[in-house]
Structures are given as structure tokens and as C-alpha cells.
């Protein structure tokens, strides 16, 4: 579908590249649309969005604040040169720690190590009166052994005190697991999420938590959210998102759990309003124990046309649940689809910036998703700054076989991609029964690749159907023929990019995707549906019969269903270990070194846009959007807004 009123400059989404980060900007073309009031609802709910900033930096570790406000005015105040190896070494230093929102990078959880010695650190330091700081900063900044990691997993005997985060004080891993335990078992079938929002310390002698709330740890920086969250609320857009800010300022007022599980249970049932947002802690993935929510902030707009998009999927559910290649038995009779809300993000904040996650599937408690279900929102305007960025930077040209395959791209790849996206998740997931008696759990570990495959299975096979041309759904035939190719690319090549060599697959959405494209090639090897082609020395795998490739999807999504359906375990096994986890280790090594030779920044980040409120008389008259485009400004902007 053509994307109206965005811009198609590629110079636009690309800002800046240092180390091994691309910071890209996106666009917000439905802000422009809304009126007055949602405008201002949007620019408080901003405001509330940055608050929370320095919470997450103190979460990540207890230096990160102290340091930051020393790189802060080194940068603001350092009167000497600004130029030559180690200022250039310090810049690159500063733009990682703000990058990563502390002194471990975002991904890899390892440390930075300064490009610049200790004492040039010290001569910045006294050259803005801070020479005080340098003693304590020293073996933080410039000693491998300490604090190395931000999150340690596996390997080691106590991953609590191996791991650098600042979620647990002076407590041992099994200390902090038989608090936990004893915790849970308190809880009935309708759990809270136990150690959300605390910091678990020892004093004196006992373990206690000290919880972030507005009268309790982090009660500044709460404080300030808490009161852009009552400014917003007088524009929400009715009772009910009324509510879910009265359930959350509670919660953040209080500390109390069960008002968090109210708040989410509101927000998820809310899915009319033009402007929607997360404001929390919310994610766990930076504590090994999974407990602690660092947090985060995203508001987002609806994209009235490509929700347009998921709700005729969704209306028409029945009609491909009843045309799937899937034996009758294994069917639903009657289906809801689910209606996936496609958004643009306005504001990133917390956790979510400069990396942002492109969708959020929430709440995360479990019991919650059983009995409400969950809300999906896929972030339309970040994933085409990604395509438009990616256009001109040559792994397409690398990987895709021809010039009519890169043409294909071009012109249908965003479209293909989004679709397939509506597919899997609007469709996909919700497709299916289970038999009587049969579980998730019969499957084991292998259910959450399985069913992600099945998903993706579904998309594959329907995206190349007459039905959405007649749904108005594609804009052209050629949209499923791109994504065939892109699926297959992807999945036997270019998804290796993000694993080291050696590694097997272990990520579910990897493996499925390998899944898929190594057992169609199979399969229509003899019968020439997919080719592999050695041009040069590099290899391509080049679909050669779409037609004939959508059977073979067709074909595997009826195998899939069934393993689901009856809960198949030593099938589900044989196909997933055999096709979806061990690597071709010599394309890997070939895909890997064609890669590198292109020299792009393996992570990717976003400056945020700038609202400005206009006012007359003290009455507000209009917000401005603004792209900024320098990103250490905005760093530093955003420390002299949340640092007072
Ligand atoms: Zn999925």
C-alpha cells in the first residue's frame, strides 16, 4: 500500500554511526492528524515518558548516574581542545554510555573499555573542577575485572553477584531465590508478579525490600511521572483510559502489585483510543532471576489505515481458518481474530531508547494473558525507518540474486514484510485447536518454535492468495512473490548474521524461520522449486516457483497443525532438531565474511522527536513536532531535563 505523507528520503531516517551503532531517526506522520486535545494528551504522556529516565540508568548500575553527570560536564564546560585521539576516544566513550544507558553495552552486557588512558580522564576531570571524582571512577572505567558483565546467565556459580545490575544488594543468588519461593507460595492461582518493583537488599542481617514507589526508592523521578500522568489525564480520550491513569498513578503512588495487575487488566481491555501508552516496569530481561521490571515508557498513535488492514483479517477469520490446508478435526468452528494494533510511536523512553523494541505483545503475568488475554501493538513508523534505512545499504544488493529480486524489494518489500507481520499475528496464532486432553506442555520446550513456525506457516501460505487482492488487503500480486523470496533469504542467509560462528540456533523465531525455508528447499529439491546457485564464488538461493513454493507451505503448516494438535512431542523433536537448530557451518562462515565486507553497524537506535507547547495567555494553543538531529544534544538535553 502506498505510504502517504511519509517521507521516502533515506537521508532522513540516518543520522549518525560510532562503534557498532547506527542512530536513525523516525517520522510521526499521524501526530500531525490529531487535534488539539490528543496532541496535548500525546505531549504530557511524553513528558512522563522521559521522567523515568534515571531510574533505569541507577537499575542498570549503581556508577551510571555518577558517571553520566561527570561526561555530562566534561562535555558541557571542558575549555581545552577538542580535537585529536583521545578527545576522539572520549566522545566515542560518552556516545556508548548514553547509548546503552550505562556503562555496559545494551546487547552484549559487557563493559565498555575506554579508547583513552587514565590520565587523560584525570586532566578532563580537573579541568572542570572535578578531579575529586577521578580516585572513586578510576577502577570503574579502566579495570577489566570489575563489575565486566551487566546481566551473567549461565557459567558461573551465583549469577546474582556476577551480575553488575543494581537490582540486588549484597544478596546471594540463593538467598534471593528462597525469598522469592516463599513469596510465590503465599500467592493463590491469580499470582502478583513478586519482586517487580523493588530492590532486594540485606539490613541488618534480614533480607527486605525497598520498593519504588512515590514515598519510596526512585520517589523523585516517580513523583515527576506521576505528575505529567495527572496532566495528561485531563485530555484522555475517555472514562476508560481515564481509569487506566487513575490505576497507575495509584500503583505509583502506592507500590502495590495488585493495583499494577488492575492497571494492566484496564489497559489491555482498552483498545479504542487514538493515543495509547506504556509507562512502567515492565520488562525482566535485565535481572537473571526474571523478577525485576526496569523501566520503560512508549506512547503511540493509531495508524487509522493499517488498522483498517487488521480488522478486515480479523472480520474475515472464519473464512481462512475454513480454507486452510489443515485436516478438518484440527479446525475452530467458530474463530475471533485477534485485532493486532498497528501504531506509530511518538515518544521512547526508559528501556526503550535509543534501541527500541518494533512491537509489544503485554501485560507480561501469565495468569492475566489466561483470563484477559493481551494486547499486541506493532510499531509501523520504527519498522519503516528500518526498511528505508536498510534500502542503499548493500545487503540486499549482497544477498538477493537478481536485479528483478532487488527490484521486487524495492517496491514491495516493506508492504510484504507488514503483511506477513497482520498474518502471523492477527490470524496465525489464533488459528487451530488443540485436541481434547492435549496441552501446551505436551511439547515441552519445543512448543513456543512450533508454534511460532505454524504462525509463520499460516502468513506464508495466505499471503499469496487471490483472497486479499479481493480484500483490498495487498496492493499486488507480486507483494507474496516478494515475500517468498525475502523468507527464504532470510532464512537460509541472512538471519546467520546475528550469530557467531560455531553457535547452533537457539532463539524460537530463528529457528522457525530456518525451519521452514530448509525443509521446503528439501522438498522441492528435485522438482527445482528452490535453487541454490554458486555465482563467483558466493551463494544465492533463488526461488524458481512461487506457486509451487506456497504448496510446500501448505503442505508443512497441515504436518505442523497436526504435531500441535495432537501434541506430538517426538515429531515436533525430529522436525525442529533436524531442520530449525544446527547450522550449515561453511554458508555461515561465507555469509558472515560477505556480511563484514559491507561494514554495517550491527545495532540500531532512534533519536526521539521534540514537542514543543505553544502557549498564549497560559492557554495552550498548539504542539510542534520537531526531528532533531544531533544525538549527543539530545542526550545532553535530557540530562538537564531529568537531572534537576
Ligand atoms: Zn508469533
New binding site residues.
Given amino acids: 500500500m502506498e505510504k502517504r505523507d511519509r517521507t521516502d528520503d533515506h537521508n532522513f531516517f540516518i543520522v549518525e554511526e560510532f562503534g557498532d551503532i547506527r542512530i536513525l531517526r523516525y517520522e510521526v506522520p499521524a501526530f500531525e492528524q490529531l487535534p488539539l486535545r490528543e496532541k496535548l494528551f500525546v505531549y504530557y504522556l511524553s513528558r512522563a515518558a522521559l521522567a523515568g529516565r534515571d531510574i533505569l540508568w541507577d537499575q542498570n548500575n549503581r556508577w551510571n548516574l555518577r558517571i553520566r553527570k561527570v561526561l555530562e560536564r566534561i562535555l558541557q564546560q571542558y575549555p581545552g581542545e577538542r580535537t585529536g585521539r583521545e578527545f576522539e576516544a572520549f566522545l566515542l566513550y560518552a556516545k556508548q554510555v548514553f547509548f546503552a544507558n550505562g556503562i555496559h553495552h545494551h546487547y552484549s552486557m559487557d563493559k565498555f573499555s575506554p579508547g583513552f588512558s587514565p590520565a587523560y580522564l584525570k586532566s578532563l576531570l580537573e579541568a572542570v573542577g572535578a578531579g575529586g571524582e577521578y580516585p572513586d571512577l578510576e577502577q570503574v572505567l579502566f579495570d577489566p575485572a570489575c563489575m565486566p558483565k551487566r546481566v551473567v546467565l549461565g557459567g558461573v556459580a551465583d549469577l546474582l553477584t556476577a551480575s553488575a545490575n543494581n537490582y540486588y544488594v549484597g544478596v546471594t543468588q540463593p538467598e534471593a531465590e528462597a525469598f522469592y519461593r516463599q513469596k510465590l507460595q503465599e500467592q493463590g492461582d491469580r499470582p502478583l508478579s513478586v519482586g517487580l518493583n523493588s530492590t532486594l537488599i540485606v539490613h541488618g542481617g534480614q533480607l527486605t525490600e525497598e520498593v519504588w514507589y512515590a514515598n519510596g526508592k526512585y520517589g523523585k523521578e516517580i513523583s515527576k511521572i506521576v505528575a505529567h500522568l495527572e496532566e495528561a489525564r485531563g485530555y484522555a480520550w475517555d472514562h476508560t483510559q481515564k481509569e487506566v491513569i487513575d490505576l497507575l498513578v495509584a500503583y505509583y503512588k502506592s507500590g502495590d502489585l495488585a493495583l499494577f495487575d488492575a492497571y494492566s487488566i484496564a489497559w489491555l481491555k482498552e483498545g479504542q483510543a487514538p493515543v495509547d501508552f506504556i509507562n512502567g516496569f515492565i520488562e525482566v530481561y535485565g535481572d537473571p532471576l526474571a523478577y525485576k521490571g526496569s523501566w520503560e515508557s512508549i506512547v503511540e498513535i493509531t495508524d487509522k489505515e493499517a488498522c483498517r488492514r487488521t480488522e478486515i483479517l480479523a472480520e474475515n477469520a472464519l473464512w481462512f481458518e475454513q480454507q486452510a490446508p489443515v485436516e478438518e478435526r484440527f479446525k475452530k468452528r467458530e474463530i475471533t481474530g485477534v485485532t493486532a494494533r498497528v501504531m506509530q510511536a511518538a515518544m521512547l523512553g526508559g528501556d526503550c531508547h535509543p534501541a527500541t523494541p518494533i512491537g509489544i505483545n503485554l501485560p507480561n503475568s501469565e495468569w492475566i494473558r489466561e483470563v484477559y488475554g493481551s494486547k499486541s501493538v506493532t510499531l509501523d513508523n520504527i519498522t519503516y525507518a528500518y526498511h528505508r534505512a536498510s534500502l542503499g545499504n548493500g545487503v540486499l544488493e549482497e544477498f538477493a540474486f537478481s536485479e528483478e529480486e532487488l527490484e521486487l524489494h524495492r517496491r514491495y518489500g516493506y508492504e510484504g514484510g507488514n503483511i506477513h507481520t497482520d498474518l502471523?499475528?492477527c490470524l496465525?496464532?489464533g488459528s487451530g485447536k488443540m485436541l481434547p486432553g492435549v496441552t501446551p506442555d505436551c511439547l515441552k520446550s519445543y512448543y513456543s518454535t512450533l508454534?511460532?513456525t505454524r504462525?509463520d506457516l499460516f502468513a506464508l501460505y495466505y499471503i499469496a492468495d487471490e483472497k486479499l487482492l479481493e480484500l483490498g488487503v495487498v496492493s499486488a500480486p507480486e507483494v507474496g512473490k516478494c515475500e517468498y523470496n525475502s523468507y527464504i533469504r532470510n532464512g537460509l542467509m541472512t538471519q546467520l548474521t546475528r550469530i557467531k560462528p560455531g553457535d547452533d540456533l537457539e532463539e524460537s523465531?530463528m529457528r522457525n524461520r530456518q525451519l521452514i525455508a530448509s525443509w521446503v528447499y528439501e522438498q522441492g529439491r528435485e522438482t527445482g522449486v528452490i535453487e541454490r546457485v554458486v555465482r563467483a564464488g558466493k551463494t544465492f538461493f533463488v526461488v524458481r516457483d512461487h506457486p509451487a513454493l506456497r504448496m510446500l507451505f501448505g503442505r508443512l503448516l497441515g504436518e505442523v497443525q497436526r504435531i500441535k494438535s495432537e501434541g506430538d512431542y517426538k515429531a515436533a523433536r525430529q522436525l525442529i532438531e533436524g531442520y530449525g537448530v544446527k547450522v550449515d557451518r561453511e554458508l555461515h562462515a561465507e555469509v558472515l565474511e560477505r556480511y563484514a565486507n559491507l561494514g554495517i553497524p550491527p545495532y540500531a537506535g532512534f533519536l526521539n522527536p521534540d514537542y514543543t507547547l505553544i502557549e498564549k495567555n497560559g492557554r495552550p494553543m498548539d504542539v510542534r513536532i520537531s526531528y532533531p538531529d544531533n544525538f549527543l544534544r539530545q542526550m545532553l538535553a535530557y540530562g538537564e531535563d531529568t537531572g534537576q
Avoid: F, L
Wanted: aromatic letters at 0%; charged letters at 40%.
Fill in positions: 502471523h499475528e496465525g496464532h508454534e511460532e504462525a523465531h
